[in-house]
């Protein structure tokens, strides 16, 4: 089945370690997108890519930055992780306007 | 600054308790308005878009509504697997394929 596969399901890092969560898809969409959710929270849209073009929401940290080699796969790096980056990762496929697939997340914890 | 606020934050219905689910939003130019099922510890799964108002969209024993300040999910004859939180999101106009607004969600429980 086409889907969205996000790699690993779980990370742990330490405070100030550098970490990389990958996103992969089989959809052909031409947009993806990171979001981060936060225990009980809404989902919060960090950044996306439409084709090879990077969008930056205006609050995302610069810690956070983002690499979208080919069409198929999209990576979020957190440069310097703190306590309060600890959340679930999710990224979304879409296919111009069309409502955005999911993948089931990364989870990330800080020590 | 586009905002959605659900609500209740957690229902708790009988099976077969027909409820709905509200979601109001204040965005700048609706260009959809979106409903998700997130199951704990996976990511959200699509179920409606809405674009305008007056439109109705049904799957099974759900029911999306739109007016202009709000959806409703109305929930018919719920079964135990209907348990999950429902998320609300809208995309404002603003060209492009922009990333969507998301409510915090109702925790929904369904009891046998």
């Known amino acids: 089945d086409a889907m969205v596969i996000q790699n690993p399901r779980y990370q742990v890092t330490q405070f100030g370690k550098p970490v990389t969560l990958s996103c992969s898809q089989t959809?052909?969409?031409?947009?993806m997108y990171w979001y981060q959710q936060k225990s009980s929270q809404a989902p919060k849209l960090l950044f996306h890519?439409?084709?090879?073009?990077?969008?930056n929401e205006a609050d995302t940290p610069d810690n956070f930055q983002s690499r979208r080699p080919n069409t198929s796969f999209c990576f979020l790096d957190i440069r310097s992780p703190g306590l309060g980056d600890a959340a679930m990762y999710l990224c979304?496929?879409?296919?111009?306007?069309?409502?955005?697939?999911f993948g089931d997340g990364t989870r990330l914890s800080i020590l | 600054e586009d905002q959605v606020t659900q609500s209740p934050e957690a229902l708790r219905l009988q099976e077969g308790e027909s409820s709905s689910l509200n979601c109001s939003y204040t965005?700048?130019?609706?260009?959809?308005l979106f409903w998700y099922r997130q199951d704990p510890g996976k990511g959200p799964e699509f179920l409606f878009t809405l674009y305008s108002a007056g439109e109705e969209k049904e799957k099974e024993r759900l029911k999306a509504t739109l007016t202009k300040k709000e959806s409703f999910l109305h929930i018919t004859a719920p079964k135990p697997e209907d348990s999950a939180t429902y998320l609300c999101?809208?995309?404002?106009?603003?060209?492009?394929?922009?990333?969507?607004?998301f409510g915090k969600g109702t925790h929904l429980i369904i009891q046998p």
């Open positions: 979304a496929t879409s296919k111009g306007t069309q409502p955005q697939h």
């Open positions: 999101a809208v995309r404002a106009s603003g060209g492009g394929a922009d990333g969507l607004t």
């Open positions: 965005v700048s130019g609706l260009r959809g």
């Open positions: 890519y439409y084709d090879k073009d990077f969008n």
């Open positions: 959809l052909n969409h031409n947009v």
